[in-house]
């Protein structure tokens, strides 16, 4: 089999590690980070000019109809820069979405002014459990003439604060099963009865909670079918655990450089550290698992991109990538000394980077739940060779 990247994708990654390197030094992310919007406009604007932005939209909406792979490797780059901004919301969790299942109007309206013009989408999906399951889901979107109206809370909204568009599951009906009754939305963020209000964090990026009191919506913004929401957000949240893994990939693979440049400037008893055993050894560990994470990350995005979108393997990547970033970062920051937790050392932020990617499109608990029940439905290898 050939693991090779293609000619493209390596100047796909070339460009995005060139472009965020300029536009977005950790001294850029230190100011993201203290600045209300929590990301930065003008670099926002050139990543749509570059078509950054319609990464893996249709050439026919205004994207350049890249391949799954292709954008997980843009996301690895991000993350090895922590890059704040709205790009993961609109980009990995509201287009690809839109594209799956909207209408051909619903497509020709808005794909392009993503890929053209760079509108945000923030989905807005969590509630008071944010653990991912249907039944966490209580917005309620009740029905009125043609359309509903919604009433309710949704937390943690990332970069709402500057979202054109909200992208949000309701429950529409009571039924029975919890993954029934649930409808997904498209809402104009501007709409009356929307407040928004940002949630303090430490970590780059901005979260928000927005509150729904009796928000009118029309019938033709239902993405998908009416109380058949539950698939679109399944869709979103296993493409969605893989490029959030991809991104924390990438992040690893940034705190181990930082890791290893420290351990040879770093000198004690006139030796570099890193001429001792003990960090070398932590530094192979830390090497084998960055690796480890790459290749089941890449394993489950060539899957998707070919048409084959096995489950397991996004929950898998996402399990891993969870305690691989923290456990690589915690590493790190030991490799620095007391002076790796300071807010000025690089390699603080990605610890925190960490924290914060822990649970989004799920966190472990909530993925390895998905693993047990797709092995339930498996037949054991010795029954196989029974039969």
Request: hydrophobic share 40%; net charge negative; with cysteine.
């Amino acid at each position: 089999m050939d693991f090779e990247f293609s000619k493209d994708q390596k100047l796909i990654r070339q460009s995005a590690k060139e472009f965020f390197e300029k536009e977005c030094p950790k001294e850029r992310t230190r100011e993201l980070m203290a600045d209300k919007k929590g990301y930065d406009p003008k670099m926002w604007k050139k990543m749509t000019q570059l078509g950054f932005v319609g990464l893996i939209i249709p050439e026919e909406y205004g994207g350049t109809e890249g391949q799954f792979i292709e954008l997980a490797i843009f996301m690895e780059e991000m993350g090895r820069n922590i890059v704040p901004g709205p790009f993961s919301t609109t980009v990995c969790l509201c287009a690809p979405a839109i594209q799956e299942f909207g209408s051909n109007a619903q497509k020709r309206n808005i794909l392009p002014g993503i890929a053209e013009k760079g509108d945000i989408w923030s989905l807005a999906l969590n509630e008071k459990r944010t653990d991912y399951e249907a039944a966490d889901i209580q917005l309620m979107a009740a029905g009125q003439g043609d359309g509903f109206v919604l009433n309710g809370t949704k937390l943690f909204a990332p970069y709402a604060n500057a979202a054109k568009h909200l992208l949000v599951p309701a429950r529409t009906a009571t039924q029975t099963a919890p993954e029934d009754g649930i409808t997904v939305f498209m809402v104009d963020a501007q709409s009356p009865g929307i407040e928004i209000e940002e949630i303090p964090t430490a970590a780059p990026g901005v979260k928000c909670e927005v509150r729904f009191n009796d928000v009118s919506i029309a019938g033709e913004n239902i993405l998908g079918a009416l109380n058949r929401g539950w698939g679109v957000v399944e869709h979103i949240i296993h493409q969605g655990a893989v490029l959030k893994s991809a991104e924390m990939a990438g992040g690893t693979q940034a705190a181990l450089d930082l890791a290893v440049n420290y351990a040879k400037e770093r000198v004690q008893f006139d030796r570099p550290i890193g001429s001792f055993q003990v960090i070398q050894h932590k530094l192979v560990n830390m090497f084998s698992e960055v690796e480890s994470l790459r290749h089941q990350v890449y394993e489950a995005a060539w899957n998707i991109s070919a048409g084959r979108p096995l489950g397991a393997l996004a929950s898998m990547a996402k399990v891993k990538a969870n305690a691989v970033y923290h456990r690589v970062c915690f590493d790190a920051v030991v490799i620095h000394g007391a002076i790796g937790w300071t807010a000025e050392m690089d390699v603080s932020l990605y610890l925190l980077r960490a924290k914060d990617l822990e649970n989004d499109c799920g966190g472990s608990d909530f993925h390895k739940e998905r693993i047990a029940r797709e092995l339930e439905k498996t037949e054991p290898e010795f029954l196989r060779m029974e039969a």
